[in-house]
């Protein structure tokens, strides 16, 4: 058969976890610190005081009750509120490397390759450690695979371009089989001082291997029937950190270096746009809604998937449908429905039809329809 087929996945969880309540607990506790600090100021109507957040106010908001992370301690510290993750040497694998490596062993387990069956790597995520030597250029080397790795980001929807990378890649011969890796560390792009924000994401990195359909051996095998990416400027979803902030040393901590966005205005804007791109897809290869199995919807908002999938079918999803891994894992990038697709697949039968799609910043898009063979 000729094609590219996913024919294994991988997951690296981190061991600590972080529930709603323990996350409100610490940010309470700043909260009322810092209210006591400008009581004057707030008392004088110069400063609003900071109000409170709660485990149900998150739960409602966004449908996530826990999240893991690299680093708990630091990230509930009132005084600190960041992950505590040490720099390493040079001569040391960097910590997307090492959580790289983890999955994307586990994916080349599934597809039943090695490191010599590989011709590339693309390490696909919101945001690198450094900008040069490459993280995929390390993990390849930590794997032992020749050929060539680059690291790409298109923030939430990486994944989903890396697989339309590998794929082209593998189509257009360069390749013949391709580990695309997101080892999404979420936890410290984020503001855990914001009440809007401060529950999002989590850390995690996920794997998948990619090859050509008619070399795959692996048992579970998934034709990528079809790839559609679409991108569209949207300032509603940033992070202006980059090395030019030493450049302009007035705006060094200003909260526009982490994660900010316009809930309201994404979830307005994505929604509908996601939801077309799928419709259009399907319509443009002839397939009705009724005949999907399985939406892997990025894992960033529950309301968001629930909509999604409700225009797409036509009708609420069940949980079969549209699994949720949100609830344990909260918003994890790029790796949000690959870690969706990684535990709920197996049930798929030969023939069985579903879409893997992610979307973020940019605006950007990415969606996969996928066949079990």
């Not at 339309?164 to 999404?184: F, H, K, T, Y």
């Not at 060094?252 to 939801?275: H, I, T, W």
């Amino acid at each position: 058969m000729r094609g590219v087929v996913i024919s294994g996945t991988g997951l690296y969880t981190p061991p600590e976890t972080i529930s709603n309540a323990e996350l409100v607990d610490a940010f309470n506790a700043w909260a009322q610190a810092h209210n006591e600090t400008h009581a004057e100021a707030i008392a004088a109507g110069d400063m609003a005081p900071m109000e409170p957040s709660s485990a149900a106010f998150i739960e409602k908001a966004s449908g996530i009750r826990s999240r893991h992370v690299i680093d708990k301690r630091g990230i509930l510290d009132p005084e600190r509120m960041v992950p505590d993750i040490p720099e390493r040497p040079d001569a040391s694998p960097s910590l997307q490397c090492e959580i790289g490596v983890a999955a994307a062993r586990e994916a080349m387990q599934q597809a039943g390759r090695e490191a010599a069956d590989i011709d590339a790597v693309i390490v696909a995520c919101s945001n690198l450690q450094r900008p040069y030597p490459a993280i995929a250029i390390e993990i390849q080397s930590a794997l032992g695979i020749q050929g060539y790795a680059f690291d790409m980001n298109v923030a939430c929807s990486s994944a989903t371009f890396g697989i339309q990378q590998a794929r082209d890649a593998i189509l257009a011969g360069s390749a013949r089989r391709v580990l695309i890796i997101n080892p999404e560390i979420c936890s410290g792009h984020l503001n855990f001082r914001d009440r809007d924000s401060h529950f999002i994401f989590g850390d995690v990195c996920t794997a998948v291997l990619v090859e050509s359909a008619q070399d795959a051996i692996a048992d579970e095998r998934f034709l990528v029937v079809d790839s559609q990416l679409q991108t569209r400027f949207s300032n509603n979803i940033r992070n202006n950190f980059g090395f030019l902030n030493r450049a302009a040393p007035a705006g060094m901590g200003q909260p526009d270096k982490l994660f900010v966005q316009e809930g309201r205005k994404v979830f307005k804007e994505v929604c509908p746009a996601v939801a077309e791109q799928i419709g259009e897809q399907l319509r443009r290869l002839e397939l009705a809604p009724g005949e999907l199995r399985r939406l892997w919807l990025h894992q960033a908002n529950l309301g968001m998937n629930q909509l999604i999938a409700r225009r797409v079918l036509g009708r609420e999803a069940s949980a079969e449908e549209a699994p949720t891994i949100l609830d344990e894992y909260a918003n994890t990038s790029s790796a949000g429905s690959i870690i969706a697709f990684h535990r709920y697949r197996s049930d798929l039968c030969s023939g069985d039809i579903g879409v893997l799609c992610s979307f973020g910043a940019g605006y950007s898009i990415g969606s996969v329809v996928l066949r079990r063979l």
